[in-house]
């Protein structure tokens, strides 16, 4: 009887021994892009930061999905073990866009956020020897003139706000490509006449350049007077950010381990100093109110694409 209680005893003990708390192994912060983005940058940021608050390796490793944009990327870390050790750094598109692009992965969408923590300082912008210094101007001067826009790809959501706000105002532009490199150049040479860009990347130029509006939820310190697309039509407030994202079975207490880290980078003095210079929102946002913005962002992009679908 002695030795089954003792068995037993053991038998008991095993699983409770097994449950380390979290973090005990290293910890991996997928990004789905190249490296040296601001969402790159601010990720190993918080990777740092993890590792120096836990005591366990922690690493940004990036995963672009080259033709299939970040997705596949996605699709690793939803395939990955639910313990909170393959994080995501995602835009927008991976919640809004990845259950449609055909990766069972990603269909039904198998993450929650752990909060949100970027939105890209994206404007519409053009030469200041323009004949337009504002959207309404550029509407007017597009009636009767060709206008060639510039962009990243008619893919992203930037893009696509850029086209939907046109066909809102009553116009359309003369031709529209897409550029491996968007800045002071691109005008510049007259390869574009407005671009859909982000501020970072005419910042050497900002006194030749006009702002023409700014596609994020609020205005970029960097350009005060400069009013966001959602301003000119509130029913296209849509912006491009990054959040941290995880499977939706990782623990409750994991995902405060990991939300209390990247709360404190966002907050630091570094982050604070990053936004100055490119013009990034940078910020924290936490899960409930990620989930919340998730699904008022489906909505405004269900008004993006009929307009431009029309």
Known sequence: MKKLLLATACALAIPMAAQA????????FVVPFPP??????????????????YGVPAAVVNKPGGGGGPFPGAAEVANADP???TIGSFVVDIPLIGPEVGIPALSPNPFEPIGIFLTY??????SADKPYGTMQELADYAQDNEVALGHFGTFLIPTQVTLALANKMGFEYGSEAAFDALDCNTVASGDADVINTTL???MPCLDDMTVLASIGGQRIPLTPDTPTVGELEDDLQLALWNGLFVHKD??????????AVAQKVVESDAAKELSAETGALVYWQGADAAA???????????????????
């Open 21 to 28: 708390e979290y973090p005990e192994k290293p910890v991996e």
């Open 36 to 53: 040296g983005d601001l969402e790159d940058v601010l990720t190993r940021m918080i990777a740092d930061e993890f590792q120096a608050t």
């Open 83 to 85: 313990d909170g050790y």
């Open 121 to 126: 300082p994206f404007v519409i912008a053009t």
């Open 200 to 202: 970072q990347l005419i």
């Open 250 to 259: 990782v623990p409750a207490d994991v995902r405060e381990k990991i939300a």
């Open 292 to 310: 919340d913005q998730i699904e008022q962002d489906a909505a405004a992009l269900g008004n993006v694409m009929e307009l431009i679908e029309q």
